[in-house]
């Protein structure tokens, strides 16, 4: 069983310092795929499934959100034995969530239990908070102040305790940018717009960026909740900096999932981007925690769905040398937003299919932008 003791100060793994368990979550994180396709956990110990558990936003000191846990728990076993008949011993049946994780970083039948029962839950827990969030009387702009003080907040503890980050930037979609988006996608959806927030963030160095994206993925936000399908990386490949790195090397033959293409293979799908733009691109469903004034208007169901929503939240991550290599020429912010606001004219005027990359004339666009999210 896990202890309850207080959080440990934070802190950040340099390049040779990442586990397993860490190489995992950013080749999921690299790929956009879900984590209810693993079948097992890499956890190294106790302290680690602790933070994880807290990343949730999660306090196992606190006895409602310990109820909320075993409440989640149980839902999926019901869930599991009422539609499959699925055969669960009793101590994993029993076992709290510190427990489910480190048994489902060991072996054998109780270690596949332990890992069916945790997709479960990460599903009933998503769905029962995204219902929570629309029985609140809360705006967005409410929701995003909440989600840019965590941010905020986290990633200034984690640059005191030597975070590699050179530079840090969020930002909301002003209107008319949401409106562009939606009139140049395919889908003229507002749900399918995942960065009306959103954080840019530079290192020093490429070495960097794995250490970064370790941190956020400890403190931020926890690995499972990276969006599938919305994952970008066109800046390196990991399988080729996994094996020049000799810490590292020995882990890469024991990841459940493939590292994802090779560095030259791996496209993007944002039509407007410039074949050489260099970027790691994601989108979380970002966990967070309401404040009880949120609940004071609430009705009396919202106070059985627990204090967690989810936001969803875009993150660029990109080194130094290669940011200022974008900001050259096609790769541009510029450059893209000419190419997507002559794409979105030329669709209100014709209504007709466009050109994803049309020919435009960029020379009186030279005004250099630094600190963009796209």
């Known amino acids: 069983m896990l202890t309850t003791d207080p959080p440990s100060p934070l802190e950040h793994r340099s390049l040779h310092e990442l586990h397993l368990a860490d190489l995992e979550a950013i080749a999921l994180l690299f790929r956009g795929t879900s984590v209810i396709d693993w079948h097992r956990l890499n956890f190294g110990g106790e302290d680690e499934a602790l933070q994880f558990i807290r990343a949730q936003e999660f306090r196992v000191e606190d006895p409602d959100d310990l109820a909320r846990l075993e409440a989640i728990k149980n839902s999926a076993i019901s869930y599991l034995r009422r539609n499959f ?13 510190s427990d489910l994780l480190m048994l489902a970083s060991s072996k054998g039948h109780r270690q596949l239990c332990a890992c069916t029962i945790l997709k479960v839950m990460h599903i009933i827990h998503h769905l029962e908070a995204r219902e929570l969030l629309f029985m609140l009387p809360v705006s967005d702009q409410e929701i995003f ?8 907040r986290v990633i200034g503890n984690l640059l005191a305790h030597g975070l590699p980050i050179l530079e840090f930037v969020g930002g909301r979609k002003n209107k008319d940018s949401l409106y562009t988006k939606l009139l140049s996608k395919r889908e003229t959806i507002a749900a399918q717009i995942y960065d009306k927030l959103r954080f840019r963030i530079v290192t020093r160095s490429v070495d960097d960026i794995l250490p970064v994206l370790n941190g956020l993925m400890r403190y931020v936000f926890p690995f499972n909740y990276v969006i599938p399908g919305e994952s970008t990386n066109t800046l390196f490949s990991l399988e080729r900096y996994v094996k020049n790195n000799p810490g590292l090397k020995e882990s890469l033959s024991t990841l459940q999932v493939p590292p994802p293409d090779p560095e030259g293979t791996i496209k993007t799908d944002n039509r407007f981007t410039a074949r050489s733009y260099r970027v790691v691109h994601f989108v979380v469903d970002m966990p967070v925690r309401l404040p009880d004034e949120f609940f004071v208007r609430a009705p009396p169901a919202a106070l059985h769905q627990g204090k967690v929503i989810f936001v969803q939240t875009e993150f ?13 020429g096609d790769a541009s912010h510029e450059a893209y937003k000419v190419r997507q606001k002559l794409a979105v004219m030329r669709r209100l005027k014709l209504g007709s299919p466009f050109d994803p990359r049309p020919e435009t004339k960029t020379g009186r666009y030279t005004r250099k932008t630094t600190g963009s999210v796209r």
Request: glycine share 0%.
């Open 316 to 328: 660029q991550v990109i080194d130094r040398d290669t940011e200022q290599t974008n900001e050259l």
């Open 85 to 97: 008949e699925f055969p669960i011993p009793k101590p994993v049946a029993n076992a709290s969530l």
């Open 145 to 152: 102040q909440l989600v840019e003080k965590k941010v905020y």
